[in-house]
Nanobody
Framework: QVQLVESGGGLVPAGGSLRLSCAAS????????LGWFRQPPGKEREFVAA????????KYADSVKGQFTISRDNAKNTVYLQMNSLKPEDTAVYYC??????????????????WGQGTQVTVSS
């Protein structure tokens, strides 16, 4: 099985930046897409971004387009989420997720097979 471990969360003032990382370990052979989701306080978990196994195709939620960038380093089995111009409404627990297929389709949680434990991002106003 594959384990996912996120890091890079923390407290940042509004307008600041953070880069989240998610390292995959275990049975990481094969092609798989990766995604980021977040769960704001008191709300449902929502899609943020996804990237195909090759890294050539990305998908973003409308709310983060132009603000967040997803990337991956397959040599390190790691996916990143660069978050710029952070706003208080970006405060959430951020989760990375692995999809057992190389391509991206929709944005539903059901499309992903493995999840990390989450990392807290808090943006102060």
């Amino acid at each position: 099985q594959v384990q996912l471990v996120e890091s890079g969360g923390g407290l940042v003032p509004a307008g600041g930046s953070l880069r989240l990382s998610c390292a995959a370990s275990g049975r990481t052979s094969g092609s798989y897409a990766l995604g980021w989701f977040r769960q704001p306080p008191g709300k449902e978990r929502e899609f943020v971004a996804a990237i195909s196994s090759s890294g050539t195709i990305t998908k973003y939620a409308d709310s983060v387009k132009g603000q967040f960038t997803i990337s991956r380093d397959n040599a390190k089995n790691t996916v990143y989420l660069q978050m710029n111009s952070l706003k208080p409404e970006d405060t959430a627990v951020y989760y990375c997720a692995l999809r057992g297929a190389a391509w991206i389709t929709g944005t539903g949680e059901y499309e992903y097979d493995r999840w990390g434990q989450g990392t807290q991002v808090t943006v102060s106003s």
